[in-house]
């Protein structure tokens, strides 16, 4: 049984950090694009950070560009995003997300229609 499952997610002040972790099991064969998402209430979800198995390419939106950190344990099947200077608009749900075929570095924006497999989302609120 595919599972996803994060942690790490709670509420910190404006410029604060956070580190959010996906364990993922269950994949016959490890999936190559694992990726983070978030949605905010409202809003449609979008994609944060993506990263391959196959050769480390990592993606990273805009508008968290220079803030995230996005990171790799394939040993502990275990995807890491670091928050870093915080912003009330960066409250959401953030999601882990898992494909087998998916590559983060394929042309294009990284859309959610294009994982199947999901975790049950971890929340994560800035307070200013």
């Known amino acids: 049984q595919v599972q996803l499952v994060e942690s790490g997610g709670g509420t910190v002040q404006a410029g604060g950090s956070l580190r959010l972790s996906c364990a993922v099991s269950g994949f016959t064969f490890d999936p190559n694009a694992v990726a983070w998402f978030r949605q905010a209430p409202g809003k449609e979800r979008e994609a944060v950070s993506c990263?391959?198995?196959?050769?480390?390419?990592?993606y990273y939106a805009d508008s968290v560009n220079g803030r995230v950190t996005i990171s790799r344990d394939n040993a502990k099947k275990t995807v890491h995003l670091l928050l870093d200077s915080l912003k009330p608009e960066d409250t959401a749900v953030y999601y882990c997300?898992?494909?087998?075929?998916?590559?983060?570095?394929?042309?294009?924006?990284?859309?959610?229609?294009?994982?199947?497999?999901w975790g049950q989302g971890t929340q994560v609120t800035v307070s200013s």
């Open positions: 997300a898992a494909d087998g075929d998916y590559y983060c570095d394929a042309p294009g924006p990284v859309l959610a229609r294009d994982f199947t497999s």
């Open positions: 990263i391959n198995r196959s050769d480390g390419s990592i």
